[in-house]
């Protein structure tokens, strides 16, 4: 079971310490064998010792130059990070990334062996229009990617679920991801308003390896309970 807390623009470097002392004590208190990967805002990279994977929420596909703003392979090297988030929902729909950029960015991480959490999800106009239509929209974001890469996982976050409280069916969920292991073998998560008291029923279905929790993942907390859950799954 998978596991993965994404922070977003959200704690500070010292917020994120607090927090990854306690995951990661309650991890090693509890013999936690689920995957557990969070993902800071890049000013709080660092090195928190064993425990959860530090994962990267974005980076350019760059070693290091001229690209203001942007963070690169070099920067992730110093705090060892081997994991990145790829094609979230906010970076394709409020950041403007096209489905080419990403495509290379998955060819350029996946060429150093990094391990890809690799998000898809529709909007709701393309949900009403029912899973035929939501399947073929999926597939345009998933042209130029290796879906058999050894170190890929797939979240589906249907961009309506995120952030919103709303959490599709299990019908849904359960069919959307059996669609999805036709695709791939590759473990696949669920995101979107997944909270303590939803996680269990979630990741009870087939086909559903896991779990990419934005807002309910800020509490050490309630991220631990997850944690739990998943161990108990
Ligand atoms: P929420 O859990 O806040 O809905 O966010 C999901 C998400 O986007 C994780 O990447």
Request: aromatic fraction near 10%; charged fraction near 25%.
């Amino acid at each position: 079971m998978i596991v993965a807390a994404n922070f977003k623009t959200n704690k500070t470097r010292a917020q994120t310490r607090d927090y990854m002392d306690e995951v990661n004590e309650y991890i090693r208190a509890e013999n936690v064998e689920a995957h557990v990967i969070v993902f800071p805002p890049a000013t709080a990279y660092d090195n928190y010792g064993q425990g959860a994977i530090q994962g990267a929420q974005n980076a350019y596909a760059v070693e290091n130059g001229a690209f203001t703003g942007e963070i690169g392979l070099d920067q992730l090297k110093e705090f060892g990070i081997k994991t990145i988030l790829i094609g979230h929902s906010e970076r394709r729909h409020i950041l403007g990334e096209s489905q080419e950029e990403i495509a290379f960015k998955f060819a350029y991480f996946q060429s150093l062996g990094y391990e890809i959490v690799y998000c898809i999800g529709e909007q709701l106009e393309t949900r009403k229009l029912g899973e035929a239509a939501l399947m073929q929209y999926i597939e345009t974001q998933l042209v130029g990617i290796d879906m058999e890469y050894e170190k890929l996982i797939i979240a589906y976050e249907p961009v309506w679920a995120i952030g919103t409280g709303l959490v599709p069916s299990n019908e849904d969920i359960f069919s959307i991801h059996k669609a999805l292991r036709a695709k791939t073998s590759r473990p696949l998560l669920y995101g979107g308003s997944v909270k303590v008291n939803n996680m269990r029923e979630i990741v009870d279905l087939d086909n559903v390896d896991g779990v990419l929790v934005g807002g309910a993942s800020l509490y050490a907390q309630s991220f631990c309970e997850m944690i739990k859950i998943a161990e108990e799954a």
